[in-house]
Every structure is written in structure tokens, then in C-alpha cells.
């Protein structure tokens, strides 16, 4: 259960585009479509910003949107505001070994 | 409203045990699956178990023989029996869950976390 590979930081300005990448194995995002994105900032728990790899829950912001390609899934941020700053983590089932889940490593967003 | 109040946190040894309580509202436990997620002070998000609609338990090689998740449906509250504990076992304790149960593995609600102390 090794976690999902993530940049440790990504940057840019308001009302850029930015794009987070998490990597994983055949055995979790390469098998599933069953990867969500949550926003975290500091001392607040997590909150669920993509589930089954593009749907946003009611409420996310258009500016959020995910994807995938193989073992690689893929959080765009479009329109980068100032409250966007926070850490991100993707997150994947990963049922072909052990019917559980696997966090990424985490991104820091940093709007410039 | 749905609302996940973790308690039963604290500070213990090395060895000792710690049992922690998800007091769940505003949906059916029993209708969907919940699971704990870990964050180490300063340190990313980790899965740490999942009990799903149907009472299967699954949890991270971490855990693996020390914890135990359950849950009561009638007292609507999911459960962490932590045994054996380690002092890489210190973090913030969340539960979380699809209420829904049309998330897909995404969990859409969060409790507050409850802090666990392991020292030596």
C-alpha cells in the first residue's frame, strides 16, 4: 500500500490554471475509476472536491476539475483564487490487493 | 444535517490501548460505508480502515491485527478499538463517510478529528 505520488508544491498567480498530478499503479488508479480529490487547509479537516474521477459534489466550484490517463489522475484548477491555497490530496480505492484506499502524498498550492 | 463528532482521543504509552467513538447523525450508519483516515502532526492524509454497508472490515497493513472498526447501528456510531499502539500510531483520527452511498469511494463528510498521543 504504497501512497500515490503527488508534487510536493505547485504555484501560480490569480486567475491562472494549475494542474496537480497524482500518480499511482495499475493495481489502484490504473483499475478504478474511483479516484477523488479533497482540499485541505491548515487545522480544518479535509473536504471532497472530486469523487469517481471528474464528478464535483454540489457545492465545488466549476474552477475544480479532474481526469485521468492510465496510471495518472489529474486536478486542474482554473481560475486560481487566493482561498484556493491549501494542501491537496488525491485518493484512490485500491481493491485489487486490498479492498481499502490509498492516499496521495499531498500538493501545497501556493497562489503567487 | 449530517454531523460526525469523533471522540476518545488522549495521551498513552507505547503498548497501551485507546478506543475511539464516531457519533454519527443526519444519515443511516448502516446504509453506507465509513472509514478513518490518520494525519501524523505535520504529515499527509492516511486510510486507515473501512467498514462497508454490508459489515466488511478492511484496513491498512499499518493497523493490520492491532485495530479494530466497528460500528452500532442503533447507537448510530462507527468505532476504533486501537491495540498495541506504537508511537507511529500519533495522529489526528478522523472518521468520515458517503452518506449518500453514491460517492464512489469519495467521502463527502468529515468529523472534527480527535487527536491520539502515543509516547514512550
Known amino acids: 500500500q504504497s501512497a500515490l505520488t503527488q508534487p510536493a508544491s505547485v504555484s501560480g498567480s490569480p486567475g491562472q490554471s494549475i494542474t496537480i498530478s497524482c500518480t499511482g499503479t495499475s493495481s489502484d488508479i490504473g483499475s478504478y475509476d474511483l479516484v477523488s480529490w479533497y482540499q485541505q487547509h491548515p487545522g480544518k479537516a479535509p473536504k471532497l472536491i472530486i469523487y469517481e474521477v471528474t464528478k464535483r459534489p454540489s457545492g465545488v466550484s466549476i474552477r475544480f476539475s479532474g481526469s485521468k490517463s492510465g496510471n495518472t489522475a489529474s486536478l486542474t484548477i482554473s481560475g486560481l483564487q487566493a482561498e484556493d491555497e491549501a494542501d491537496y490530496y488525491c485518493c484512490s480505492y485500491a481493491g485489487r490487493n486490498t479492498p481499502g484506499y490509498v492516499f496521495g502524498t499531498a500538493t501545497k498550492v501556493t497562489v503567487l | 444535517e449530517v454531523q460526525l463528532v469523533e471522540t476518545g482521543g488522549g495521551l498513552t504509552q507505547s503498548g497501551g490501548s485507546l478506543r475511539l467513538s464516531c457519533a454519527a447523525s443526519g444519515f443511516i450508519v448502516s446504509n453506507t460505508y465509513m472509514t478513518w483516515v490518520r494525519q501524523a502532526p505535520g504529515k499527509g492524509l492516511e486510510w486507515v480502515s473501512v467498514?462497508?454497508?454490508?459489515?466488511?472490515?478492511y484496513y491498512a497493513d499499518s493497523v493490520k491485527g492491532r485495530f479494530s472498526i466497528s460500528r452500532d447501528n442503533s447507537k448510530s456510531t462507527l468505532y476504533l478499538q486501537m491495540n498495541s499502539l506504537r508511537i507511529e500510531d500519533t495522529a489526528v483520527y478522523y472518521c468520515?463517510?458517503?452518506?449518500?452511498?453514491?460517492?464512489?469511494?469519495?467521502?463527502?463528510?468529515w468529523g472534527q478529528g480527535t487527536l491520539v498521543t502515543v509516547s514512550s
Open positions: 467498514i462497508y454497508k454490508g459489515g466488511s472490515t
Open positions: 468520515a463517510t458517503d452518506d449518500g452511498g453514491d460517492k464512489g469511494g469519495g467521502f463527502d463528510s
